[in-house]
């Protein structure tokens, strides 16, 4: 079996992965809605937008927030709660980068920056657009699946 990354992927990028699509939701979207949504699709992460200009503003981390809720340590979140009070921010100040991965990111890209990151959003060239999440479960079936 192949060891280095570009003899296990052999030049397959993001695209080829087949995600689905990604499932956005907006800030003032209630807890209760988002975790209905995500267990439906089986997603772990939800990608938070503007209602608005469609911006990426953060994630909402389902197990995170499961368990949130069941503990009961003076904790004050309700399903009723909008997202906006749990999800992850991204720090848009000036000056942060953020590795852009979209379709055409080759897979030992990804499967490097998923070393150091949970999950990948992938968007657009211009970053416009939350087109998937990426996860290292993807990369480890989309090996799984692949002929060698």
Known sequence: MASSPAAKYRGATVEDLDL?????????????????????RDYSQLTVTSSTTRALLGYLSVPKIESLLQSS???????????????NRFNRKK???YKVITPNTALEELEEFLKKEEFAVITDEGRRFVLGVATRGDLEEFTKRRPA
Request: aromatic share 0%.
């Open 73 to 87: 340590s003076g904790n004050d979140t309700r399903l009723s709660d909008p997202v906006n009070k749990v999800m």
């Open 20 to 40: 689905p699509p990604a499932l956005s939701i907006s800030p003032s979207t209630p807890i209760s809605t988002a975790l209905a949504m995500a267990h439906d």
């Open 95 to 97: 000056g942060n980068v």
